[in-house]
């Protein structure tokens, strides 16, 4: 007699070593894929979308190439759920913590082939990431309390993150406009604060850092194009047909008369608003919603320059530069803060015209204009540049600085092979195997740019034998180089966020040993 | 099928298009519901215990769970079978009562059905079996209550609970950080817990994650979170010794509930009506600054020109907290919900020591932290893990960890864990099973074997021998007469489960084995299934 059916009809069971493999081979195809993204020469991918227009990206950032991919294997789900993660959290790494996790998914497959049991295995890389990120801590550099050095470290640290993107060949150019725009925020981690504004056209090193604020917005007609000395009000408030807000109000007129009046009434209303906004002693106002022609031609009649339907990040970004406050009532004049700036006057970047606002007073936030040939290379531009802003607000707040170019990697992997000496019993394979999984990154690195990685390799590993090394792989003249004379710099939030988020997520693809996938939902056949 | 034929040796119909129905008879319909039942246990059976796999679970929709607990496993997958349907249910009991032991109680469940089958192939009848199982489970419980220890707590010595937590923690993925969460979950049903009514409301704990970060970074907050930031991106980020109002009415103009038109045919009118409006705004935000209230937390939205006044005024608000959140603050902080502007009062307000705005991450991430509170019988435990995923399982293993802990201040007998209890029972139900005469004397030898299956599959997943390992630590128990003795899963060195510090709550061990053996009973008793065929 059969077994009855225990799951619905296309729902899938796959166990033990079946399903064993089907994760191991998902996360390490996922592996392959980004794997060549990685380190300074590592490539780029294109990106086809299959919505319409089959919109193309071209990108090297691993979270992005995750992010855009349809799949269907569970445990490479859980490796692009790790990559998002490390993406959201420290901005940068998000090709490493693939690359890692699916190194120790590789390992743990030959231990898993040896007949050592997952269970082992799993404490074994505890016992070893617990051990490399000792290693790891033993060795930073913190210059927290020395403000040169630690622009210097953060300098550098943009410099290693931009080296791998699209804006490798301004690198020095744009670290320093990264770390301007992160210097400025003072401490926040809330990038928003910095406003990156795309224009196609020029090449890259027009890009600029603007020390005001630029707001993506046309000056209303007939109004003055340059203001000195600006009051400005930030408002959010319905400058079309002030609305009445009481429920159910509803306007029943019995003659053409009454319409005529009501009408005045209304437009008698929005006068007295201006008016009110006029009475704070402004000479520029910025709303977040529509304003209409009526009360437009009123500013514009009163000297004032009004800018319609900024957006509302656009009105956070300026108050938070000119330290006005968000109006949306206009009656207590003296109580409401305004923002002050020196200047602002339209300019022109490229075909477009923008309104910049000079000598701003608090300066939190800061603009980033990017320039270049088309739009993927702006897109990616801001994903890299993105990026270095990220690593570089993280930073700014642990201030705790390694060096990069597979530096880190030896230390960790010196420390987890000495642990593994030490340690009797199977677990020693496994901890072996997570320095093993260390070194491939280095590998990765060389591979990808044209090297021989494992002569690179095997010397770098004889230099870091000796106290207190600071060698790493120097890909542009191929040879181990000295990374703090090469200002190769990583923060070690990311380096210890990568490590962890790689070993728990390889952990938790070892534990499984059973795979159930449930019927997919039917879709309806629209035809 | 049956057919069945009148007095004139015409054939009628029992069941309705009964061809179109597949129906199964007897003891083939006991082996199939038995099969099926089986099979269940066997998915769960790799879950057990310290070093127990986990199971991805891919939902309909292509969403990626993956976890180690049973009543989870078994909600997610999708079971079509009646008798598995059963089995689901089962372990959904065991989370709803205990929360604990959910793969246990499969386990035991499975291995009962699997004894059951070999005593149906001997001729026994179904309902013999199930009485002897009833004997037997009555046997096995009284030894546990026999063999259960008690143990002290208080507010101050909370070592004994944060090891029972710890039990429960160590099979699940979190076991790297188990001491650190089971202390968490112990102070957080310590802190809610009524201790002379023993009894914990366990909704005033709640169990918040964000991604990000590292499982260590979890923490418990005495006070409340909420993942929502301030109206107003300029409002103070950070409130000392706040005075809430938590309304339930929107700050924006009224509507009543009654159909009505306001009409405006004058001039004067639309003014008037206008003059009205901002007044009604003004009052709003007035009431509120009168009772002295220093922050509001409104359950609805803010019109513009209102959020404007409060942030003029200078009274931080929150817009859009969910109710439950709403409740939950309205507890811990000791203010009442207030419905209306009109019945603001100052002893209204809920006292919070502290309230912040705390950012993770690059995202734009934010959350309110409310604590201090007046009342700190509300607290939160706030996950912090690599992925998605993770902070899922956690969530699940606390909840787990959590009725553990309220388990115990309800009744704080203990058994010992690793199979002990199990083999301790096995030895009482074996050596009881002699007095009775009759055929149910072979269930009761059944269920002993039955009960051995436990450890047997801890020993299994722990990469022991099974009945090696099994058969050493028996005769040491009886040998020794101790029922500590169980499998050393953690290749620790010793079976004394005493030394070794596992512990599992006694009301947890009494439920799995008084519903697995419901449920088996339920299943034998089952001979006919009438199904309709597939088409």
Redesign the interface.
């Known amino acids: 007699?059969a077994?009855?059916?225990?799951?619905?009809?296309d729902?899938n069971?796959e166990k033990g070593e079946r399903?064993r493999m089907a994760?191991f081979v998902g996360a390490i195809a996922i592996t392959d894929l980004v794997k060549t993204t990685l380190g300074p020469k590592g490539m780029d991918k294109i990106l086809q979308s299959t919505g319409r227009g089959q919109e193309v990206t071209v990108t090297n950032d691993g979270a992005t190439i995750l992010k855009s991919l349809h799949i269907?294997n569970?445990?490479a789900?859980?490796l692009i759920?790790?990559s998002k993660?490390q993406?959201?959290?420290?901005?940068d790494g998000t090709t490493s913590v693939v690359v890692l996790a699916g190194e120790l998914l590789r390992e743990a497959e030959k231990l898993v082939a040896a007949k050592i049991?997952?269970?082992?295995i799993i404490s074994g890389y505890?016992m070893a990431a617990e051990c490399a990120c000792n290693a790891l801590l033993q060795r930073v550099v913190d210059n927290k309390d020395n403000a040169v050095k630690f622009k210097m470290d953060l300098m550098k640290i943009a410099m290693t993150t931009l080296s791998s993107k699209i804006l490798s060949q301004d690198k020095v150019y744009f670290a320093q406009l990264a770390v301007d725009a992160v210097m400025r925020l003072k401490g926040s981690?809330?990038?928003?604060a910095i406003q990156i504004i795309k224009k196609p056209g020029g090449s890259l090193s027009d890009s600029f850092l603007d020390e005001g604020f630029i707001l993506d917005k046309k000056i209303g007609l007939g109004q003055p194009k340059r203001i000195e000395n600006a009051k400005i009000l930030v408002a959010?408030?319905?400058m079309d047909t002030d609305k009445?807000?009481?429920?159910?109000?509803?306007?029943?007129?019995?003659s053409m008369s009454?319409v005529a009046?009501?009408e005045?009434?209304?437009k008698e209303?929005m006068r007295e608003k201006v008016q009110k906004i006029i009475a704070h002693g402004i000479n520029c106002f910025v709303n977040r919603q529509l304003i209409y022609n009526f009360p437009e031609e009123l500013f514009a009649d009163a000297g004032i320059l009004a800018i319609e339907h900024a957006d509302f990040d656009g009105i956070?970004r300026l108050?938070l530069v000119t330290g006005g406050?968000?109006?949306?009532?206009f009656?207590?004049p003296e109580?409401?803060k305004l923002g002050h700036c020196k200047l602002i006057e339209e300019i022109m970047i490229g075909e477009d015209k923008l309104i910049h606002f000079s000598g701003v007073e608090i300066g939190q936030a800061c603009t980033i204009v990017l320039r270049g040939a088309s739009h993927h290379v702006l897109d990616e531009a801001e994903r890299s540049l993105h990026d270095a802003l990220?690593v570089l607000?993280?930073t700014v707040n642990d201030t705790r600085v390694v060096l990069g170019a597979g530096w880190p990697e030896m230390v960790m992997t010196k420390a987890v092979d000495e642990l593994a000496r030490q340690t009797p019993g199977k677990k020693s394979h496994a901890i072996e195997a997570f320095s093993r999984a260390l070194i491939a990154i280095p590998t990765i690195i060389a591979d990808n740019a044209g090297l021989d990685s494992a002569d690179l390799v095997a010397q770098l590993r004889a230099e870091h034998h000796k106290k207190e090394c600071n060698a790493g792989i120097d890909v542009i003249t191929g040879s181990v180089g000295d990374m703090a004379e090469l200002a190769i710099s990583e923060s070690f939030k990311v380096k210890q966020a990568v490590l962890?988020?790689a070993t728990?997520?390889a952990?938790?693809i070892l534990?499984?040993?059973?795979?159930?996938?449930?019927?997919?939902?039917k879709r309806e056949d629209r035809m | 099928m049956a057919l069945a034929f009148d007095e004139y040796g015409r054939p009628f119909i029992i069941l309705k298009e009964q061809d179109q129905k597949t129906r199964l008879r007897g003891i083939?319909a006991q082996?199939?519901n038995i099969?099926?039942g089986k099979?269940?246990s066997r998915?769960l059976r790799?879950s057990l215990g310290p070093?127990g796999?986990?199971?991805?679970?891919?939902?309909?929709?292509?969403d990626?769970t993956?976890t180690?607990d049973g009543a989870t496993?078994l909600e997610?997958?999708?079971?079509?079978?009646q008798?598995?349907k059963l089995m689901v249910e089962l372990s959904r009991s065991q989370d709803y009562e205990i929360g604990d032991g959910t793969t246990g109680v499969v386990v035991m469940a499975g291995a009962l059905l699997e004894q059951a089958e070999r005593l149906l192939e001997r001729g026994i009848h179904p309902i013999r079996i199930a009485e002897g199982y009833e004997m037997a489970s009555k046997i096995a419980v009284e030894n546990l209550v026999h063999i259960s220890q008690k143990f002290d707590f208080g507010a101050t010595n909370i070592k004994p609970l944060v090891q029972t937590c710890m039990t429960t923690l160590s099979s699940k993925?979190v076991n790297?950080c188990k001491r650190h969460l089971a202390e968490i979950s112990v102070k957080a049903v310590i802190a809610v817990a009524d201790l002379e009514r023993k009894d914990v409301n366990l909704d005033m704990i709640k169990v918040e994650g964000k991604?990000?970060?590292?499982?260590e970074d979890t923490e418990l907050i005495y006070g409340i979170t909420v993942d929502k930031d301030m109206s107003?991106?300029?409002m103070p980020k950070q409130i000392e010794d706040a005075k809430i109002a938590i309304l339930t009415c929107p700050f924006?103009?009224?509507?009543?509930k009654t159909?009505?038109?306001?009409?405006?045919?004058?001039?004067e009118k639309?003014?008037t009506?206008?003059l009205?409006?901002?007044k009604?705004?003004d009052d709003m935000v007035q009431k509120c600054k009168d009772v002295g209230a220093t922050l509001v937390i409104c359950q609805w939205g803010f019109?513009?020109?209102a959020?404007?006044?409060l942030?003029?005024r200078n009274l931080p608000a929150v817009r859009w907290v969910g109710g439950v959140e709403l409740e939950l603050i309205a507890i811990a902080t000791g203010g009442r919900i207030v419905p209306r502007f009109q019945e603001l009062t100052p002893e209204k307000l809920g006292r919070a020591g502290m309230v912040r705005e705390k950012?993770?991450?690059?995202?734009?991430?934010k959350m309110l932290y409310i604590e201090h509170c007046a009342n700190s019988r509300a607290v939160t435990i706030f996950i912090r893990?690599?992925?998605?995923?993770?902070i899922e399982e956690t969530k699940r293993s606390i909840h787990d960890a959590l009725c553990v802990a309220r388990n115990l201040i309800r009744n704080n007998s203990i058994v010992y864990g690793g199979g002990s209890a199990e083999i301790s029972c096995s030895i009482a139900v074996e050596a009881a099973a002699d007095k009775y005469p009759g055929v149910e004397q072979y269930a009761i030898w059944a269920f002993a074997d039955a009960l051995d299956s436990v450890p047997m599959a801890l020993a299994e997943n722990?990469?022991l021998q099974p009945i090696e390992t099994l058969s050493a630590v028996k005769s040491q128990q009886i040998k020794e007469n101790n029922p500590h003795y169980g499998i050393d899963c953690n290749d620790v060195g010793t079976n004394d489960m005493r030394q070794q510090d596992v512990f599992e709550t006694l009301i947890g061990k009494q439920q799995q084995i008084l519903l697995a053996t419901q449920v088996v009973k339920m299943i034998l008793k089952i001979d006919d299934v009438i199904s309709p065929s597939e088409y």
């Open positions: 007699m077994i009855e059916r225990i799951l619905k009809d729902a069971e399903a994760s269907d569970p445990a789900k859980v759920d790790i993660v993406d959201d959290e420290v901005g049991h997952p269970m082992t505890r981690t809330n990038l928003e959010n408030t319905a009445v807000k009481i429920y159910g109000a509803r306007v029943r007129v019995d009454k009046e009501i005045e009434a209304e209303k956070e108050a406050e968000i109006a949306s009532t009656d207590n109580s409401v990220c607000s993280q962890l988020s728990e997520a952990e938790m534990r499984v040993d059973e795979i159930i996938t449930c019927a997919p939902r | 083939e082996k199939a099969a099926a099979a269940v998915i790799t070093k796999m986990d199971k991805i679970l891919q939902s309909p929709d292509g990626v993956i180690n496993i997610q997958m999708d079971v079509d079978n008798i598995a993925i790297r991604v990000g970060g590292k499982l107003h991106p300029q924006e103009p009224p509507k009543p159909k009505h038109k306001v009409e405006i045919d004058t001039v639309f003014q009506l206008r009205q409006e901002q009604y705004f019109d513009d020109e959020n404007h006044l942030m003029n950012s993770f991450g690059t995202t734009k991430d893990g690599g992925n998605k995923m993770m722990s990469g």
